[in-house]
Antibody, heavy 120, light 110 residues
Framework: QVQLVQSGAEVTKPGSSVRVSCQASGDTFNSYTITWVRQAPGQGLEWMGRVIPIFNITNYAPKFQGRVTFSADRSTSTSFMELTRLRSEDTAVYYC?????????????WGPGTPVTVSS | QSALTQPPSASGSPGQSVTISCTGTSSDVGSYTYVSWYQQHPGKAPKLIIFGVSQRPSGVPDRFSGSRSGNTASLTVSGLQAEDEADYYCSSYAGNDNFVFGTGTKVTVL
């Protein structure tokens, strides 16, 4: 059974950075892409980008380019999302999800989400 | 990258059908079969219900179906049940290694 386990809630200040982790079970890291999605309170889903752990390739949504970094540690099957220069609008739940090319790049398994609150 | 357009809300009585549209452009929905749909209950992570425009993952009831015409994809929920009340989001590959989600539709079972 595929599981994505995310790190706990974060409360941080404007201008700082936050790092969220996502640990995958099974062979996810050797065969799949990890996608990051966020959802602000009462708002819709927003695609942030993705990392292909086996090739260490990253793609970023234009909106987040330069402010977000994805990485992957294959030894622990863990992906990381670091978002810098935080502002209040970054308050959201951050999800990691598995992207499956056998399902035409759909996001078939999701982590439970990590709430991030940016407040002074 | 603009979000795909979905109606904010849709509703139906139990047993009825509801169809949700997802309008994009020829650069995303209209060009790729990488269109998927997600169901999200309050406080929960999204769940994949349709991939590749019209395919259902195992375990998803056949009451859920997807289709596409031009730049608009659609999700139909037939035989509405109380547990179908949720938010629904479409997603599409948008080229240049980017994806985009729809604005989301809240489905209410009357």
């Amino acid at each position: 059974q595929v599981q994505l386990v995310q790190s706990g809630a974060e409360v941080t200040k404007p201008g700082s950075s936050v790092r969220v982790s996502c640990q995958a079970s099974g062979d996810t890291f050797n065969s799949y892409t990890i996608t990051w999605v966020r959802q602000a309170p009462g708002q819709g889903l927003e695609w942030m980008g993705r990392v292909i752990p086996i090739f260490n390739i990253t793609n970023y949504a234009p909106k987040f380019q330069g402010r977000v970094t994805f990485s992957a540690d294959r030894s622990t099957s863990t992906s990381f999302m670091e978002l810098t220069r935080l502002r209040s609008e970054d308050t959201a739940v951050y999800y990691c999800a598995r992207e499956d090319d056998r399902r035409l790049q759909a996001f078939d398994y999701w982590g439970p989400g990590t709430p991030v609150t940016v407040s002074s | 990258q603009s979000a795909l357009t979905q109606p904010p809300s849709a509703s139906g009585s139990p047993g009825q059908s509801v169809t949700i549209s997802c309008t994009g452009t020829s650069s995303d929905v209209g060009s790729y079969t990488y269109v998927s749909w997600y169901q999200q209950h309050p406080g929960k992570a999204p769940k994949l219900i349709i991939f590749g425009v019209s395919q259902r993952p195992s375990g998803v009831p056949d009451r859920f179906s997807g289709s596409r015409s031009g730049n608009t994809a659609s999700l139909t929920v037939s035989g509405l049940q109380a547990e179908d009340e949720a938010d629904y989001y479409c997603s599409s590959y948008a080229g240049n290694d980017n994806f985009v989600f729809g604005t989301g539709t809240k489905v209410t079972v009357l």
